[in-house]
């Protein structure tokens, strides 16, 4: 069997773990053909047995190593010392799965979550210093950051517009913004206003789904591919100050 080595943590393994994410009544709301659906769960398991990350946190990171050639990372250990050293500020919108305790070892990291539910996890956040932050009106000064992250965020806010206009202000001169949706390129992006309200994870009013994002989202945005893997439905999209 092929050994694969996680490109975040270094570990070799025989297969990524897989396991069943989206739910029977996900997939059929959203109308996944079982190709789909096989594809999303990879994408949202397949996750590395020392490190934990999923499929989608790996993609981000190789998103982030290749924004950056100049760091001339192996790992994403390796890019998270570089980016330490070269004094890089990030702004994590929110939790980027496991990869937040790695961005976490950069000092210029700051990370924040949006209204957490539970009175618990507030407090955990605020002991933790993590702040809570509303994508579409970012406490932030403007052209603060090189490097603005988010993952599975826009699928839940109503006004798409105005959090990406967000990010590109608080972006530095050359800055990226890179991101992760839900996204079936070969459909056309659709509101779930007057549908069938669907959601994500717990089921909770948080995790409803705004958009079913479709490939007319990068032409909309002119938001660029920064790391494709079309067979698990990841693409990793970049937005350019
Ligand atoms: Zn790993």
Redesign the pocket.
Known sequence: MKRMS?R??G?KQELFRQHKVITDELARIWQLKPRERAGFDRRESSE?E??G?SLRSRAIAEAIIMSYPDSQSKLFTDWVEWAGKKGLTIAEINYCGQLHEYLAQNPKTVTSQYRERTIRARIANRLKGIKSEDITKLSYPSKSFDLVLHSEVLEHVEDTAKALAECRRILKPGGICLFTVPLITNRKTKGKANSEPSYHGSGEADNLVYWEFGGDLLKKYRLKVAWADPANYLWVLKLVK
């Open positions: 996680c975040i943590c570990y590395c020392k490190c990350c």
